[in-house]
Every structure is written in C-alpha cells, then in structure tokens.
C-alpha cells in the first residue's frame, strides 16, 4: 500500500503503549456516553471516518459493507483529506464520527484522555489478543492502561528488497544478524560493487525514510521496551540505550562505497524510486529497505512489479541476534466515538479477525496471526506475511508517528538530513533533536 507518509509534512502523536498521552484544546466537542459496554438499541446508520488512500480504501469499504448489510446496520464512508485536522474540527465542533481510523496511535490517546472516545471491553480485548501479533492491542492501550484502538490492516516496514536473480547469480544470501548484515555489506563491496541504494528525499518531508532506519535498529538495538520509553522522550536519542542505533546506521551510510552516490546523495534520492537502481544491468546496488507500499506503482518499475515473485527477493531486516525478531509496522487502528450498540459493534468487526478479506485481496495485511496469506495477491507478500509478520515476537508502530509533531515531524527529519549532508556531527544530531522535545506532554 503507498504510504502516507509521502504527503504528509505534519504529524501529531504523543503517545504509544500507555506510556503517555498529550493534550488537544479541552474546549467544546461531545464526549463519550460512558465506557466500554454498548448502550441502546443501535442507530441504524452509522458513520466511519478514515483517511484511506486508493489502494487501500475499496477493500475496507468492501469488507465493512457486506458485513454491514448482513447484520440490518447501514454505513455512511467519510473520507478526511486531512486526518489530523478534520477530526480535531469535527470533534471540537462536537459532531464526531462514530468510528474513526486512526493512523496514529498518539493522536486517539490525546482524545481518550478528554473522554471523547471509548474503550474496548475487556472480553473483546482478550478475544482479540490470542489472535494479534504480539504488541498491537498495546499500541491501542493509553495512558490510564485501556484499550481504545486496535488496527485494521498494517504494512510492514522492516524489509531488505533484493533484485532476486542478480543477488543469487552474485553468490549472495540474507543477512540473519545485524553483524551479518554489516558482513555482507563488506563482501558486496570488496568485489567492486556497490552494496546499497538509500533514499530519504520526499519534498517538504525529506529526510523521514531515514527515521524508519532508526527505528527498526532502536527496537532490534534497545529492545521493544527501551523502544517504548523512546518514543515518549523516557530515554533521550543521546542515551547509551539508544545511540548505538545511529552508530550502527553511521557504519553503513557514511562508510565510503557503501551507498550509491555516496552519503549525501541520500537526501536528493527519492524514497520511492531509490531502489529501482536494484534492477540496472549491472545493479546499482543489492540491498534497498523500504516498506511493502515500494512493491506498488509508483515504486519499483512497472516491468518490475509486473514479474515481482520472481524479480524480487524481500528479506526481514535482521535482528540483533538471529530468531530474536522484531517488527516496524503502519497501519491505522480503529476507535469509536460513542458506545452506541451499532458503534461498538461496527469498530468491533473492523478490529475482528473476520475483517480484511478484501482488502487482503488488494495487498494489505491483517493484524491477526490467523489471517489467509493465500488471499494476498502474490507469492512476495505472502512470503512477508508469513516470514516477517506473523513470526514475530514483537511489533512496534512507526516511532516518530508516535513522538510530538516537533520531533517525528520535525527534528528528527531535519536534524538527520543536516547530519547526511555534512554540517554536523552525530552528537549535535543526538543533542538537538533531544534539546527540541517537549519538556512536559501538554
């Protein structure tokens, strides 16, 4: 699916995991009629509010309509060009949605804390967990420690893509350690080649394909829990837990003829097409990270992706230590406004096992383990559903969509590209994208 994140040049999130939560204006806006149980008999339409793009929203129309129309209940779609601020509008206005999809986690904390949504009960949570890849129900969890949303499909961002043929016919295999990776890197290189393409330019929002990096080597690097005190600001990027990320990071952008271009060729390189140099005869380069959304048009070529199963070789990003595996997702996460009875039940179904048939069928991954991968349109997401998913002991949300705007939407954007393009250290890097966090969540 294409990524939100090309367009956006704006983020708010504060929270993750319940570990904090920000605070939007407390003025005007409806609230919750109370928590958790579905009260009433049911309004017989209800209102969806999302900011789907076009790959991904005829399939969730789809799956939530026949499931609709099967239980008496009719939907109303709203689509928000503006996610962030047409919900902030239409709940300070008091005229909520009565379901919403959130694409960051943060953003339903700070309107939790107000009581302007409601959570899950507690018999659906347990349902829902023996089912969920572990760590989804608690990137819904704010901080009062409830469950408020849960994903509707993900995509995965933890992936190395190869051009399949020439990585075989050059002798090479997948790195299963992050020491392994830094091995293969060495090997690409000794025999005259170049070992990777990266690519972090994208308009005003330059520099945020650097920030998925980061995050995947935090979680592997620091672990799934020193990952959550990060994103709150808990654990500063200048800490001992964090910095060997951009260390390890710094090896492999700044090491002469590890990158094609060489280092400061990453901010002027698309994060779309930045990888298609994998396909050149002779490749221009044999590793590219980026997540599933590349596997689509407008990003490997279209002879490309025409012939993907055979064309391209997609491999986890490595842990730490091999089988100690982790994974860095998007997606949105689902939250009702109200508990009327027809609202809980439609959120309820979007966050289902039963949902997302369809919108499989169109290349988008369920959040649940059990999901059938054979509805995925091709063998190449089949294999990252399987392999990289739905195996992992850990998965963790997009971290700067998780941190204040000024931070994942600003400084760690910014602050990477000026250490990228030579004009600073990675020290100052650290320290300023440290000095500009909020010193409070409000």
Known sequence: MITRRASITALVAVA?????????SSGGGGSSSGEGTAAGPGKSTIEIMY????DTEPGFKADVQKWASANGITIKFTKAASWDTEIRARVAGGNPPDVGLFPQPGLMCDLAKQKKVIPFDDATVTTDKQTLVPGFAEAGTCADGKVYGLPNEVSVKSILWTDKPAFSAAGLQPPKSLDEMLTLTDKIKSSGKTPWCIAAESGQATGWPITDWIEDLVLRVAGPDNYDKWVTGALKFNSPEIKPAWEYFQKIAFTDGNVRGGTKSIVATNFQTGGNALFDNPPGCYLFKQATFVANKGGFPDAVIAKLDTQTGPYAFPPKTAGDNSVLVAGDIVAAFNNDA?????????????????????????????????????????????????????????????????VGAGSFWTESVKWLSGQQDLDTTLNNIDASFPKTSS
Not at 16 to 24: D, E, F, I, N, W
Not at 379 to 406: C, H, N, W
């Open 342 to 406: 027809n609202s809980v039940k439609v959120r309820n179904f979007i966050a289902s096992k039963e949902n997302g048939v369809e919108q499989a069928k169109a290349g988008a991954f369920s959040p649940h383990k059990t999901a059938d991968v054979s509805l995925l349109p091709n063998q190449t997401l089949q294999t990252i559903a399987k392999e990289v998913l739905y195996s992992a002991k850990a998965a963790r949300f997009d971290g700067s969509d998780l941190m204040p705007a000024k």
């Open 16 to 24: 993750v995991a319940g570990l904090a939560s920000g605070c939007l």
């Open 51 to 54: 900011g789907l793009g076009p």
